[in-house]
């Protein structure tokens, strides 16, 4: 028994609208889910918006006024200004040489097809799978066990923990790269091979500016996920150098005010301003 051939784009098009004619409430039902998922996903943000503005040193409802002297606060704590510039230093690295690494290695594992290379992807990935603490500890006791081979000081350095957040990087570019390679016609480049370009050159003025979407995207997760960071980094900071995310956890052990919410709100700001940025000039929905 044969199974019927797949039904063309068009015909399903016509076949959905001819379902939505059927069922109208249909129509609605969906525009209600989605509104009510989007509610979900941004009512901890908004909460948090909410509760930095509360004049209350403790947390209740309803607030009896609202005031801005948690975001004086927070910006008067010098933790959280060494923590940001630190978070930001560390990020910055992480990304950049992450992002470096990542796209060569998704060029090399989508383009050449050799033994291994099924292995090497998964190897690639498996940081995404794996969780954050065991991650870092994990990494903490190679370290331990380098120190003593190498008789120098890797934990509580800022190179230690920029090749840790590296770690957390490269999985983002080998994903996206690799997604955005899939989606590349190869015959633009042997075009250009063919006009007399070498290989190098074809890669770089032709193939890398067709990925820039995927790159600029892997790079923005790579920033976005080693500022954000707390379970690698948390054994392998030093002393006097702590990112943001452990200075609020330090503030958080004997305070509990809306000062970290105020903390939150401004770090919500900033990635948003950074993603609604890179948006303008790459569209991230064509890669994520």
């Not at 004619?21 to 509104?35: K, Q, Y």
């Not at 006024?65 to 910006?75: D, E, I, M």
């Amino acid at each position: 028994m044969h199974n019927a051939p797949p039904l063309n784009p068009a015909v399903r098009a016509a076949n959905r609208e001819q379902a939505l004619r059927v069922f109208p409430w249909a129509t609605w039902l969906h525009r209600l889910f989605v509104v009510l998922m989007y509610a979900f996903m941004l009512c901890p943000i908004v909460l948090v918006v909410w509760l930095s503005f509360f004049k209350d040193a403790i947390l209740y409802f309803p607030p009896s006024g609202y005031t801005l002297s948690w975001y004086v606060k927070a910006w008067e704590n010098p933790a959280f200004a060494n923590g940001f510039l630190f978070s930001l230093q560390v990020s910055l690295v992480a990304a950049f040489i992450g992002v470096a690494m990542g796209v060569l290695a998704a060029v090399g594992i989508a383009r050449y097809r050799f033994r291994g290379s099924k292995g090497i992807n998964t190897l690639l990935l498996s940081p995404l799978l794996i969780p954050g603490i065991v991650a870092g500890v994990g990494i903490y006791l190679f370290y331990l066990r380098a120190e003593e081979a190498l008789d120098q000081d890797i934990i509580g350095t800022f190179g230690g923990l920029v090749i840790a957040h590296v770690c957390l990087t490269i999985p983002w570019t080998v994903r996206l790269v690799t997604a955005g390679m899939a989606g590349l016609d190869g015959s633009i480049e042997e075009a250009a091979r063919n006009l007399g370009a070498s290989a190098p050159v074809a890669f770089m003025r032709v193939t890398l500016p067709m990925l820039r979407p995927s790159i600029v995207a892997a790079a923005l997760f790579s920033f976005v996920v080693s500022f954000e960071n707390l379970e690698l980094s948390l054994s392998l900071v030093g002393l006097g150098r702590t990112t943001l995310p452990i200075a609020i956890m330090q503030y958080l052990e004997f305070n509990l005010d809306p000062t970290i919410a105020a903390v939150a709100s401004v770090q919500i700001l900033l990635l948003g301003i950074i993603m609604l940025v890179t948006d303008r000039y790459v569209k991230l929905s064509q890669v994520v």
